[in-house]
């Protein structure tokens, strides 16, 4: 089962043309900056507008086609979606919240019930059945929109800007629950976001929208060692590393890096800025302890900047001058050393 979507539409001055796919089992994420069209996507996929030119369709059914005026409603979709404002019911409790995605369905009032209690406990929303909408937090009411959105069995899961009205807390925890829907979740997923670290995180696949185009689609490795655009360039442009924290420092694919805050243990997410490396042709004085030589495997020029990609043990995008570059005579292949001061590596739990 594939979502195929190829259209164009126009909302005020924004003139969205996209081409995207998703199988299913994976998830792709649309990823760009405000206005970049993100959630007329959404809107135009779930039905809520129609397009102007072009075609989306699930499978072998077709929900919208502008030349020959055919177009599905919402409800006949079988599309779960969580927007982004999560559009619970604040007077109505949770059971009644995950229970109204059953509302139009042709199931009987007492398998709807055992629905609802089935998919409360799932989502570890049990304890919470009676509690009304308005009063919980807002980790509670992402799952709870999750829950409502799942317990129809739709054919397509669409996440827009799921963890955006969340505090960093709770973004963790939310996004951790996340991975485990999408990886159990059989059919297409598509991930809306502006979140560079949920998009490399939760997607298989990357397409990047500037001004109604996707400019980009690929692997997060691909784009984070291609960037085709300035925008690209900067959004990829830290370091992420995923791996496992223990007394100050990281493991990262075998290689340790030692950290600031020795108070974070378990999986987590490195960042490091570009700026924040310092690069050598010899060994830099005073060894900090983040120090290691490698070799430059390629370098991109971006006006006033210029983009290193380093390889073993641990590749890396740094980012320099241009005068730095002739200073210290780098060329692709030039061996040099690296050095990352403990304090500039921000650790996140996962």
Do not use: C
Not at 52 to 59: K, P
Not at 162 to 173: H, K, N, Q, Y
Request: net charge negative; aromatic share 6%; charged share 25%.
């Amino acid at each position: 089962m594939t979502l195929q979507a190829e259209f164009s539409v126009t909302r005020g001055d924004l003139e969205l043309e996209v081409s995207l796919e998703t199988d299913a089992g994976e998830t792709v994420a649309l990823l760009g900056p405000n206005g970049a069209g993100k959630s007329t996507i959404v809107s135009a996929i779930t039905g809520l507008i129609p397009i102007e030119r072009g075609t989306i369709a699930l499978a072998d059914e077709v929900f919208d086609d502008a030349d020959k005026r055919v177009f599905v409603a919402p409800e006949r979709r079988g599309i779960g979606t969580v927007f982004q404002d999560y559009l619970l019911f604040e007077h109505m409790s949770v059971a009644q919240n995950v229970g109204f995605g059953l509302s139009k369905s042709s199931v009987g009032k007492e398998d709807r019930s055992r629905l609802v209690s089935e998919t409360l406990l799932r989502y570890g929303l049990n304890d919470l059945a009676n509690r009304k909408a308005r009063d919980l937090s807002g980790g509670q009411k992402q799952r709870v929109a999750l829950a409502r959105a799942l317990i129809t069995e739709p054919r397509l899961l669409l996440l827009d800007e799921p963890t955006s009205s969340l505090d960093a807390t709770a973004r963790i925890e939310v996004r951790r629950q996340l991975a485990d829907t999408l990886g159990g979740f059989s059919g297409p997923r598509l991930l809306v976001t502006h979140d560079p670290t949920e998009a490399f995180l939760l997607a298989d696949k990357i397409y990047i929208l500037e001004n109604g185009r996707i400019t980009q689609f690929g692997s997060a490795e691909e784009i984070r060692l291609m960037p085709r655009t300035p925008y690209v360039a900067d959004l990829v442009g830290s370091n992420l590393f995923v791996g496992v924290a223990s007394d100050g420092d990281v493991e990262v694919n075998g290689h340790t890096l030692h950290v600031g805050d020795r108070s974070i243990a378990g999986d987590v997410v490195a960042t490091v800025h570009p700026r924040a490396i310092a690069v050598y042709r010899n060994r830099p004085d005073g060894s900090p302890r983040n120090t290691w030589e490698t070799t430059i495997t390629r370098i991109e020029h971006y006006g006033d900047r210029v983009r290193l990609l380093s390889g073993d043990p641990l590749p890396l995008t740094i980012e320099v001058t241009p005068s730095a570059v002739d200073a210290l005579g780098l060329d692709d292949h030039t061996q040099l050393w690296v050095a990352i001061k403990a304090t500039e590596i921000n650790v996140q739990r996962v």
